[in-house]
């Protein structure tokens, strides 16, 4: 406490010495956690059930497809990481131009999923009145693409915001570490969907 | 935040709001006192709705085969008489009690996020008149949801009441689902609950970083009022059970209006797995509605004891642990709905264990009361209430743990009667004793303390009258949810004693309101410190300036205030120091003159329009099949996008140009502060 006293006004504030927007960023991501988890459980319970009329997820998946779009979204956390240390450097051409790229991959697994979802509707006929399975298949990736939109709407935010100033500035800097720190963490469930609900699909016995 | 260092771009939409009295600062404002206010009138508001219809539902069943309501507009008003007091007023007035208290018990000027504060609260008024748009919008007579199934309501019940959602305030699926309730009003309720809980999301982590960040000097955790704890531990809970609740809620929606089929149990969906989500929130929830009124019984105790808390650390403790174990006993609501009997087991043992630390906090109540010097204020009253009252519903509530008693009283009112206790005769009377005590930090007042011996009495009597002969009319087998009992189940006579006492409780509420109505210009001034408090809300005047803290405190005990006033002589009675009316002068003059200047978070209007674009959008996922429900839904996005945009690019305070230069020269621990937020 009497370091803390030493120190000016500013400080005074943040008891634990994390910028109040970071720590709230972290509480709110965890709280994700949860939302994400009651997704991922309520397709577990449904994708594996005999009885429902067909086709299940687990039966139409595209695996390759789905791949590349995956390592998409898994190369714009690096981009991320290069834009935030770019901005370390304070080189802001660069962070501008990682700021893009992170965006532009983050688009390119959205138009995968639109993609994606027009192919399982029209072509495999499982739409979200299909059965409880393909419902619960759509939530839950839809909330994760909805999730991926905001982030690249910030994404894109951010990069305009360095583009009028000509510099980020101190305090886009942490709104910049802010958008990392969402889009990792967005990125962080893609790998667990992908791995749970895609690679280790499983349809009931007898199916697909 | 240097203001000169970085100028933000001056994009706005709207200029920035100047008023700091009258309507429009009430609008605009992001002052944790007076979002505070807000809340707890609009809940009080709420309280009255939820208790009128009680009172139709006392009405109703008083005698049996009453015809006062029809069977729809009881079941709509069993329904909203639990959303309502749930969600519209115990939740949203504890919400009141943290906003307006917490800030001052660290020694904070303000939230972590003031105007983020200010959305939560607009998000849950709005939220809330959502709700209740439900008897405008709602046709009673809408054919039924799914295609080929008849609208289930009997042309009789068309009315504007039973036109309300009528799903029970948990929503129980297959029936609130679209094939047994057609029409809209079940979506009013997922959409509004969705609402309601979107803002005590973004509450629970503005709190949370207030309380991580924002202590004053020396406030250690282990410093920290039980009340602001009990605050903490109510924003975890709020923060990992609301997402679970929200997934829910999504799901009734788009089965409701998408056609995805996860509770239709035809098309194999799981009207069960609703139960666990529910309650798997439900449960955490019952923790959230007692925690805040716990966290103000062990502030009032003390005070009131002249003694410290007994045993401060294990209250704390206690608190952390009903939490932690409050997300492990939720299929206890479902022990008849046909799980397994390990489930059933493991849930009875884990639902008796969480009754451990629960008895923990009684015993420490307690103790701080034994010996100690007591004054039966109608604070002190309601707090004693409050223990005596938990104490029942706690004991009736350990009996639902054992299994095949549980199976006994499943759906009777031996249940409603539990939770009553708990809720009301715990939560309510909580918040009453909170009411009383902290009424001065509002008005500069004091609440009459002979109409406040009044209320209490009535409310003692009249709850007690209600509820209590609800325990044998359940044992004895009468259901819940049910309009109609017949005349030869006996039921007749404890019905009427309870109908009596709930508008004995009606009396005793008015009394409330008149004594607050009254007191608000009448009522004693109260000075500084009317209760020898303990606490450090209590150092500064009242009614609380603006800035909170003309100095901002450094603490060194846990209550701090009080040992400022107060040391021990050899056998550990508390001796005023002689030097105390001279602390509580200089607290005064500082007080009211700050020495520094202090800078505040501006008001904003972002925050209100940021919320007014939700509901628009709820309207329109309503009626989305419709051209109207479509632009709803854009015009909504649009009103939230453009709300968004703004508030981006408005500095949390306004530039202070004649401070600026003299920044660096301030000592630390003076009164000159700022934000170092932007949200």
Redesign the interface.
């Known amino acids: 406490m009497e370091a803390a006293a030493a120190m000016d006004h500013h400080d005074q504030h943040e008891s634990t010495g994390i910028d109040h927007r970071k720590l709230g960023m972290w509480v709110f991501l965890s709280s994700e956690f949860l939302f994400f988890g009651a997704l991922i459980t309520n397709y577990l319970l449904y994708q594996g059930q005999p009885g429902f009329a067909r086709p299940y997820p687990a039966e139409i998946y595209d695996i390759p497809f789905t791949s590349f779009s995956s390592f998409a979204l898994l190369m714009s956390s690096l981009t991320m990481v290069l834009a935030h240390n770019a901005l370390a450097r304070r080189d802001q051409h660069a962070t501008r131009t990682w700021l893009l790229a992170t965006a532009m991959l983050g688009s390119v697994f959205l138009g995968g999923q639109v993609f994606e979802f027009t192919e399982f509707i029209s072509v495999s006929g499982m739409k979200l009145t299909t059965n409880p399975a393909a419902s619960a298949f759509y939530l839950l990736t839809g909330f994760h693409g909805f999730h991926v939109l905001l982030g690249v709407l910030m994404l894109l935010t951010l990069y305009g915001i360095s583009r009028r100033q000509g510099e980020l500035s101190e305090a886009s800097g942490l709104n910049l570490e802010l958008v990392g720190l969402y889009w990792h963490f967005v990125d962080i469930i893609w790998i667990v969907i992908f791995t749970v609900v895609y690679l280790l699909a499983s349809a009931p016995v007898g199916v697909g | 935040?240097t203001t000169t260092?970085?100028r933000?771009?001056t994009t706005t939409i709207f200029r920035r709001p100047r008023s700091t009295t009258g309507f429009w600062s009430w609008i605009t404002t992001a002052d944790h006192k007076k979002i505070g206010i807000m809340y707890g009138y609009a809940a009080f508001i709420f309280f009255l709705v939820g208790g009128i219809e009680a009172l139709l539902l006392r009405i109703q069943l008083s005698a049996a085969d009453s015809t006062f309501l029809t069977a729809a507009e009881y079941n709509a008003a069993f329904t909203m008489h639990g959303t309502t007091m749930v969600f519209l007023f115990v939740m949203p007035i504890s919400a009141a009690f943290i906003n307006y208290l917490l800030p001052l018990m660290i020694g904070?000027r303000d939230v972590?996020?003031p105007r983020m504060n200010a959305l939560s609260w607009w998000i849950f008024l709005f939220g809330g008149i959502f709700l209740y748009s439900v008897l405008i919008f709602s046709d009673p007579a809408a054919p039924a949801g799914v295609e080929g199934v008849p609208g289930n309501l009997d042309p009789a019940d068309n009315t504007i009441l039973g036109g309300m959602p009528d799903g029970g305030w948990f929503g129980y699926q297959p029936n609130a689902g679209p094939f047994y309730s057609p029409g809209t009003a079940m979506d009013f309720w997922a959409l509004g609950v969705q609402f309601l809980g979107l803002a005590s999301?973004i509450s629970?982590?503005?709190f949370?970083?207030t309380i991580?960040?924002?202590?004053a000097?020396?406030?250690r955790l282990l410093r920290m009022p039980v009340f602001v704890w009990m605050s903490l531990v109510v924003a975890l809970l709020l923060?990992?059970?609301?997402?679970?609740i929200?997934?829910?809620l999504?799901?009734v929606t788009?089965?409701r209006q998408?056609?995805?089929?996860?509770f239709?149990a035809e098309?194999?969906?799981?009207p069960i797995?609703w139960q666990h989500?529910f309650w798997l929130f439900g449960h955490p929830e019952v923790y959230i509605l007692i925690l805040p009124a716990m966290g103000i019984v062990s502030e009032v105790l003390p005070v009131f004891s002249r003694k410290p808390l007994f045993g401060y650390a294990a209250v704390v403790i206690a608190g952390a642990a009903i939490a932690f174990m409050g997300f492990g006993v939720w299929a206890h609501h479902m022990f008849s709905s046909g799980i397994s009997p390990v489930a059933q087991a493991a849930f009875a043992l884990s639902t008796m264990t969480i009754a451990v630390p629960t008895g923990v906090k009684i015993f420490n109540w307690m103790g701080t009361m034994w010996g100690g010097r007591l004054r039966f204020t109608t604070s002190m009253l309601f707090a004693i209430g409050f223990v005596a009252m938990f104490v029942i519903g706690g004991l009736s509530g350990v009996t639902h743990a054992v299994v095949p008693s549980d199976w006994q009283q499943t759906d009777t009112y031996y249940i409603v009667a539990h939770f009553h206790y708990v809720l009301f005769g715990g939560a309510v009377f909580g918040i009453f004793s909170g009411l009383y005590y902290w009424f001065p930090k509002i008005t500069g007042r004091l609440l009459s303390e002979r109409l406040g011996k009044i209320n209490f009495w009535t409310l003692f009597a009249g709850f007690n009258l209600t509820f209590a002969p609800m325990h044998w009319l359940g044992l004895q087998g009468m259901v819940r949810r049910t309009a109609y009992y017949p005349p030869e189940a006996g039921f007749d006579f404890w019905n009427l004693v309870a109908t009596v006492g709930a508008f004995i409780i009606a009396a005793g509420v008015l009394v409330f309101m008149y004594n607050w109505w009254r007191s608000k210009k009448h009522g004693e001034p109260s000075g500084i410190d009317p209760w020898d408090a303990r606490t450090v809300e209590w150092t500064i005047p009242n009614p609380t300036p603006e800035y909170n803290f003309g100095v901002?405190p450094t603490i060194t005990s846990l209550d701090d205030f009080w040992h400022k006033k107060y040391s021990s002589d050899s056998e550990g009675r508390p001796v005023r120091r002689p030097e105390a009316e001279e602390t509580l002068e200089d607290l005064m003059e500082t007080g009211i003159n700050p020495p520094h200047p202090i800078h505040l978070p501006a008001p904003s209007y972002y925050p209100i329009l940021f919320a007014a674009g939700i509901p628009l959008v709820g309207w329109g996922i309503i009626f989305h099949t419709s051209l109207v429900g479509k632009l709803l839904i854009l015009v909504g996005v649009l009103v939230v996008a453009s709300a968004a945009f703004g508030w981006?690019m408005e500095p949390l305070e306004e530039p202070h140009e004649e401070h600026d230069e003299d920044?660096?020269d301030?000592p630390?621990?003076?009164g000159?502060?700022?934000?170092?937020?932007?949200?």
Do not use: C
């Open positions: 935040m260092a970085e933000r771009p904070a972590a996020f999301l629970s982590v503005n949370i970083v991580f960040n924002m202590r000097l020396g406030m923060l990992f059970s609301l997402p679970i929200a997934i829910a999504f799901m788009f089965d998408f056609g995805s089929l996860f239709v098309a194999g969906g799981d797995l989500l901002s981006s920044h660096s301030q630390s621990g003076s000159y502060s700022s934000y170092g937020s932007d949200a």
